[in-house]
């Protein structure tokens, strides 16, 4: 099992990068207000109807990568969304028809993402981060990315504000699985997230 940490790298040239005016300030946080909003009549209808609200709605998607394709293009059309839940309720019944990792070819990608960022790095959430890598053996790697997925949907995780999905990479000789979040240049979280990724990690595989 290897653990690393990668921070993605931006492609702008950010020495010309200028300092946040208080409009764009004021209309972030007229976003974040109306995104509470919507998830807190969200969450009071579904417990009107009987169910138990997840804190996010989340999105499974999957990639059956073409081997020896990897332009930009190919990569985006490839990604398909297989479902959306957003209760305790709605999880299970998707997760219980979803394939296994045992079960699926090589090279394949299974996403799970919080609804609206997608699993690209071009994404607006995904753009300044960088994400927790792990390689397992192929023996291990379903347990744990059970384990990470139910973690991540319980809002388990820490720094889970700051955690935008997970990835399950299927490889030939072994399996890869990854947290990207949205800040890479907050080191303390950084630093914190890929040890407690790591300490899980270990826990998981014994």
């Known amino acids: 099992m290897d653990f690393t940490a990668e921070k993605k790298e931006s492609e702008s040239n950010t020495e010309n990068a200028h300092p946040t005016t208080l409009d764009s300030s004021s209309q972030l946080a007229s976003a974040l207000d109306s995104s ?4 807190e009549e969200r969450q009071a209808r579904e417990l ?9 709605k989340f999105v499974f998607w999957y990639t059956r990568r073409t081997p020896g394709v990897r332009n ?3 990569y985006e059309d490839n990604i398909k969304k297989i479902v959306e839940f957003s209760t305790v309720e709605g999880f299970w019944v998707c997760y219980c028809h979803l394939a296994r990792p045992a079960s699926l070819p090589s090279p394949t990608d299974l996403h799970l993402f919080k609804e609206g960022i997608r699993p690209l790095w071009e994404d607006s959430a995904n753009c300044n981060g960088g994400k927790w890598i792990i390689r ?16 991540l949907v319980g809002d388990q995780l820490d720094y889970g504000d700051n955690i935008c999905g997970a990835v399950l990479s299927i ?21 914190n997230g890929s040890e407690r990724f790591n300490q899980t990690s270990l826990k998981a595989s014994t």
Do not use: M, Y
Not at 142 to 151: M, P, Q, S, T, Y
Not at 172 to 189: G, K, T
């Open 136 to 151: 397992f053996k192929k023996v291990v790697s379903g347990r744990f990315w059970e384990d990470l997925v139910l973690a």
């Open 72 to 74: 930009q293009t190919s």
């Open 171 to 191: 490889r030939f000789n072994e399996d890869i699985l990854s947290v990207w979040n949205r800040n890479a240049s907050d080191h303390q979280v950084g630093c």
């Open 36 to 39: 509470n909003k919507e998830i």
């Open 48 to 56: 009107k109807a009987g169910l138990h609200p997840l804190k996010h």
